[in-house]
Each structure stands twice: as structure tokens, then as C-alpha cells.
């Protein structure tokens, strides 16, 4: 029900959306982009209804979208995107995006091949969960309780694509203990990050409603700033490009968010970051 929404919304503001992208910038022979999209979403949606490639184009880039599972534990996802690295961009040096878990995808990728490291040159990751999901650990401590708490973390499964594995290698001890262990940072790989969190009232800001309860499981914990999805903090890995008010769905889709970045304005900035250190 979630993905029929949010595909019925982009195909409403794709047009619109388009007519605001800047001219191409494109400027010499620059590095294809791979993006890794995050959980719960279909990469088929940054195909044909969100114009994610477009935004890209017009600024200058190549960009592929990888076809990560909906849903899955960390190493699955992270053998299929190897896979799709291979086949998008077969020779050559290139650039990973990801958004939310394709961030841990894509650190997890270049730690575990070393093929794929060997041609990876930057790895940036938009509202990454790098140290733990609190939602995450929300939904595994209360999802077979009684009452709201545990209709709230029903609720919060759906974002994670239904599938409890994928939560419990989300939680904060998996990645604290685990998952930073496993996938630390390659040697000659650089690393950025953005976060993104919803200003207050965050009803006046995100339309989805969805979002603003999974707010408060944040909140609950002592992480306010985030984006409905990812704190802050838990954003930070590498250089910082930067914190931008936004919700999670509308980093890096034509979803309306008031009075924040819009995801052209956030890809942007971090295709100023590539052409500034790779050129």
C-alpha cells in the first residue's frame, strides 16, 4: 500500500518536478554515478516515476540505479548491488550513492569484494543509519506486545519492507557491534554523508503521517533531530557534506516537504562535492 502511494505521488509531480532542473553542467569526462537506493522501496520507482537520473543528468552525471531487493539482510543486499555494479558499469572507476540502508549497502560492497573496491572512488550516503536504527530497535522490542506500542511498531515494519531480519541487522547493537566492524572504511575510498531532520511543528513540514510517528519513536530516545526514519548522528560517517531540514521520503524523490532542501537542491550539493574533490 506504502510504494502504491508514494508511486501515485511521484507520477502526480514528475513533470513539475523536471521543469526546475537546472542546465547541464556537464563539463569533461567525469565518473558514472551507482545509486543504491534504501529499504522498502522498488528500484523500478527511480526507473520510471521518480527522475532521479534526469536530476543527475542535468547536472552533469551519469547515474545508474541499482535493483537492491526491496527488502533483505545487509549481505544479501550487498552481493546483489555487486552484482549491479558488474553489470551498470562493467570497467572503470566509479561513484556510490546511497540512501538509507543502500548506505550501509554500499560501505558493506567495497569491504566485502575487493574488485569492487578496486574501482570505487567515493561512497556517499544520504540519512544512513551508520550507527544503529532506533526505530529498528523499537520494532524488535515491542512488536509482539498488546496495545500501541506494539500497533506503532507494526506500523514502523512496513517501512523496512515487512521483513524482521532486515530490522534486526538494522538495530543499533548489530551495527554498533557488528556491521562498523565489518565494513569500515576502505583505504583509498573517500567517504561523505548528509543528514536530514524535520523541523518543528513536523506536521507543518512532512505530509506523511507515517513519518511523524516514527518522529516520536526517535524523539522518545533523545534523538529530535531526524528525519523520520534516521537521526542526526546516526547520519555521520565520514566527512560531513552537511544537515538540511527534509523528510526521509523527500531526500531523493519529488515528494513535498515545506520549508526545506528539496532532493534536486540535495543532489546538488553533492555532485558540487564530486566535481569539487574528483576534477
Known sequence: MRCAIFTRVCALLVLFSLAFVGPVAFAGERLPIVFAHGIGVPAILYERVVPLKKVFEKLGFELFVAHTPITGTLDERSEVLRDEITRLVPSGKFHLVGHSMGGLDARLVVSRFPEIAARCASVTTLSTPHHGSAVADFVIDHLDELGARSALAHRALE?????????????????????????????????????????????????????????????????????????????????????????????????????????????????????????
Open 159 to 279: 517501512l523496512f519492507g515487512g521483513q524482521l531480519q532486515a530490522v534486526r541487522d538494522l538495530t543499533t547493537c548489530e551495527i554498533e557491534s557488528r556491521f562498523n566492524t565489518r565494513a569500515g572504511d576502505v583505504p583509498g575510498i573517500a567517504y561523505f554523508s548528509m543528514g536530514f531532520y524535520i523541523p518543528e511543528p513536523i506536521e507543518r513540514h512532512s505530509l506523511v503521517p507515517l513519518l511523524w510517528a516514527v518522529h516520536h519513536i526517535l524523539e522518545d530516545v533523545g534523538q529530535p533531530h531526524n528525519d523520520g526514519f534516521v537521526s542526526v548522528e546516526s547520519a555521520a560517517w565520514g566527512e560531513s557534506l552537511g544537515v538540511f531540514p527534509a523528510d526521509h521520503w523527500s531526500e531523493t524523490a519529488p515528494i513535498p516537504f515545506i520549508g526545506g532542501k528539496t532532493y534536486r537542491e540535495i543532489s546538488q550539493r553533492l555532485v558540487s562535492n564530486l566535481v569539487e574533490r574528483f576534477e
